[in-house]
């Protein structure tokens, strides 16, 4: 059975690895040729400045893709070695789920490129590019909160009961309730919701009021939920496991994907505010990119420091 798991484990990292490069090379090979038209250059850039624009967003994104791939192959190799235990299983689940998140970050970068290609192009397919877009971004982050949610879930379990567990969701379950909320008032006071005016610019959705809160609102905070649920399982285990070095070692784990899972949910509902950057300076807009990238990194690089130091208790 362990040395099945382990097989299991394998193949889907070395498929993951696969379709994650393969995707970071399309991402590559679009950002840079994608034309410069009048409409997807709102402010006038010239082909150099684009460009050097463009790798300075690439690189930092880069490292953050690279910190998390090295965290995947830790996470591995940390499972690997506890697999049979109960906590094994648990940190396995997490490590999936964060793969997921991993994986729709680079799907989203592709999709985000080939949009310039359909504006320049095919316009005649944008409406259908933007709903289909629109859907895995929901769906992927999903599935990836409701893995990681399982395994800190399991993990929980391993050092309380179901009970202490629930007692602990009351302050979360506001915070979660009160972002909603905003979230879906800033969303239907989108004006480009359904159709836009703006040249460059698509709709954000093309979708009827109805089935936007069906079918965007609804299964994004259930993701919320989920995430922020996976927190504080995450949080509770880290209090209450023993072993002193084990336990800071986990608190930095816990930390990295505390800021991934987080900085995945405030980009969601950063979202509902895209209309509002439009009459916001370039500047103000760069700096803004940069935080969030920033943001990114250290929390694929903490999450890769914390794995490093979990994996090397297991082999002393």
Same mark, same amino acid.
């Given at each position: 059975?362990?040395?099945?798991?382990?097989?299991?484990?394998?193949?889907?990292?070395?498929?993951?690895?696969?379709?994650?490069?393969?995707?970071?090379? +399309?991402?590559?090979?679009?950002?840079?040729? =994608?034309?410069?038209?009048?409409?997807?250059?709102?402010?006038?850039?010239?082909?150099?400045?684009?460009?050097?624009?463009? $790798?300075?967003?690439?690189?930092?994104?880069?490292?953050?893709?690279? +910190?998390?791939?090295?965290?995947?192959?830790?996470?591995?190799?940390?499972?690997?070695?506890?697999?049979?235990?109960?906590? &094994?299983?648990?940190?396995?689940?997490?490590?999936?789920?964060? %793969?997921?998140?991993?994986?729709?970050?680079?799907? %989203?970068?592709?999709?985000?490129?080939?949009? @310039? /290609?359909?504006?320049?192009?095919?316009?005649?397919?944008?409406?259908?590019? *933007?709903?289909?877009?629109?859907?895995?971004? *929901?769906?992927?982050?999903?599935?990836?909160?409701?893995?990681?949610?399982?395994?800190?879930?399991?993990?929980?379990?391993?050092? =309380?009961?179901?009970?202490?567990?629930?007692?602990?969701?009351?302050?979360?379950?506001?915070?979660?309730?009160?972002? %909603?909320?905003?979230?879906?008032?800033?969303?239907?006071?989108? #004006?480009?919701?359904?159709?836009?005016?703006? #040249?460059?610019?698509?709709?954000?959705?093309?979708?009827?009021?109805?089935?936007?809160?069906?079918?965007?609102?609804?299964?994004?905070?259930?993701?919320?939920?989920? &995430? *922020?649920?996976?927190?504080?399982?995450?949080?509770?285990?880290?209090?209450?496991? =023993?072993?002193?070095? /084990?336990?800071?070692?986990?608190?930095?784990?816990?930390? @990295?994907?505390?800021?991934?899972?987080?900085?995945?949910?405030?980009?969601? $509902?950063?979202?509902?505010? %895209?209309?509002?950057?439009?009459?916001?300076?370039?500047?103000?807009?760069?700096?803004?990119?940069?935080?969030?990238? +920033?943001?990114?990194?250290? &929390?694929?690089?903490?999450?890769?420091?914390?794995?490093?130091?979990?994996?090397?208790?297991?082999?002393?």
């Amino acid at each position: 059975m362990e040395t099945s798991a382990k097989k299991h484990s394998s193949i889907f990292l070395s498929i993951y690895i696969l379709v994650s490069g393969l995707l970071w090379i +399309a991402y590559f090979i679009l950002t840079f040729s =994608t034309p410069l038209t009048e409409a997807s250059n709102k402010f006038n850039l010239t082909l150099f400045s684009r460009t050097l624009l463009q $790798i300075s967003i690439i690189l930092p994104i880069f490292i953050a893709w690279f +910190a998390s791939f090295y965290a995947t192959i830790g996470l591995k190799k940390y499972t690997d070695l506890i697999i049979v235990s109960e906590d &094994g299983k648990a940190v396995r689940l997490i490590g999936v789920g964060i %793969s997921v998140l991993i994986f729709g970050l680079v799907l %989203s970068l592709v999709a985000g490129s080939l949009r @310039g /290609y359909i504006l320049a192009y095919y316009t005649e397919y944008l409406k259908l590019f *933007v709903i289909i877009n629109n859907y895995i971004t *929901v769906a992927v982050p999903l599935v990836s909160y409701w893995l990681i949610f399982k395994g800190s879930y399991k993990l929980a379990l391993t050092v =309380t009961d179901k009970k202490f567990i629930k007692s602990n969701r009351f302050f979360p379950i506001c915070i979660t309730l009160v972002l %909603s909320a905003v979230y879906i008032v800033s969303l239907f006071l989108n #004006p480009i919701r359904q159709s836009s005016p703006y #040249p460059g610019t698509p709709a954000t959705y093309y979708l009827s009021d109805l089935w936007i809160l069906l079918t965007i609102c609804i299964p994004y905070i259930i993701g919320w939920f989920l &995430g *922020v649920f996976s927190i504080c399982n995450l949080k509770i285990f880290t209090k209450k496991t =023993t072993g002193f070095i /084990y336990k800071k070692s986990f608190k930095r784990f816990n930390l @990295g994907i505390t800021i991934i899972v987080g900085f995945s949910i405030m980009m969601q $509902i950063l979202s509902s505010f %895209s209309v509002s950057f439009r009459n916001i300076s370039f500047d103000w807009i760069l700096v803004i990119v940069y935080i969030i990238i +920033a943001i990114l990194v250290a &929390g694929y690089l903490i999450l890769a420091s914390g794995v490093n130091k979990l994996k090397d208790i297991e082999i002393v």
